[in-house]
């Protein structure tokens, strides 16, 4: 994790508009800011802002990404159904391709992820924020 976050206003999310917050309940982001925004430190490209479900976190871990399980000496309480988080781009493509994809909030999913997932996919996958 980068402490060195960049200005989220000159950030675009897929939409082309000002990147908006993803979740701060629980904290999540690269920079661990609530932002699903990245930099080339960011291996995993941490830029798809997700609603959690709990068939996708038990996907997640039967494929060895455990989401559920408490690391409190990481501050990670572990997380549930209806928490937002952002998830790998790589990892989000992955289980499309399982069909296992949870939903997207498109305006806090950042505009690098588009490198990765076509938009009509992203927007076939769009959470209906309240």
């Given at each position: 994790m980068n402490s060195d976050s960049p200005n989220t206003s000159t950030i675009l999310n897929i939409l082309g508009e000002p990147l908006q917050i993803c979740s701060c309940k629980p904290i999540t982001g690269w920079y661990r800011d609530g932002y699903c925004k990245t930099d080339p430190s960011d291996i995993g490209q941490h830029t798809i802002c997700c609603v959690m479900t709990d068939s996708f976190?038990?996907?997640?871990?039967?494929?060895?990404?455990?989401?559920?399980?408490p690391m409190l000496e990481y501050g990670f309480t572990g997380l549930k159904a209806d928490d937002h988080?952002?998830?790998?781009?790589?990892?989000?493509?992955?289980a499309?391709?399982?069909?296992?994809?949870p939903l997207v909030r498109l305006k806090a999913t950042e505009i690098s992820a588009l490198g990765i997932i076509g938009i009509?996919?992203?927007m076939q996958h769009a959470y209906k924020d309240a």
């Open positions: 976190l038990n996907y997640s871990k039967a494929q060895g990404n455990d989401l559920i399980t988080w952002c998830l790998c781009a790589p990892r989000w493509k992955q499309y391709d399982d069909g296992m994809a009509e996919i992203l």
